[in-house]
């Protein structure tokens, strides 16, 4: 997973707290590289979703928990993921940007997702 350059500054931006949070999981089907600067997916594939649960209780770690039935999955080459702090596809707001070989879903399986941020 890679942090891009706008959840380094937000991260630094909440030291002084005046950042954004990351809320939202963005899901697609694009492929390209994984850069530090790319603030977006390559390509969305539905709306996003907010977090079904976020833990705090580990000093330094805040792991969030997002979860899409098997209907919002379905017909999805999922290519990338990431978290990002507002609901609107395509806004150069995601904190972190995975990108992997494609995985299909035929509507009959659920995903959920798991996003950890740690500060060392």
């Known amino acids: 997973m890679v942090t891009t350059n706008y959840g380094k500054e937000n991260l630094a931006l909440q030291l002084a707290r005046s ?17 530090p600067g790319l603030g977006s ?28 039935s098997s209907v919002a999955m379905s017909g999805i080459n999922l290519t990338e993921f990431g978290i990002g702090a507002g609901s609107t596809i395509s806004t150069q707001d995601l904190w972190n940007r995975e990108g992997f070989e494609g995985l299909d879903f035929d509507g009959t399986i659920e995903a959920e997702y798991e996003i950890v941020f740690e500060v060392f």
């Not at 950042?19 to 590289?33: D, F, M, N």
């Not at 594939?45 to 928990?65: C, E, L, M, P």
């Open 19 to 35: 950042g954004t949070i990351p809320q939202y999981l963005a899901i697609g089907s694009g492929s390209g590289a994984v850069v």
């Open 41 to 68: 997916l390559v390509a969305e594939a539905t709306t996003r979703t907010f977090y079904n649960g976020r833990d705090t209780s580990t000093s330094k770690k805040v792991t969030y928990t997002f979860s899409k």
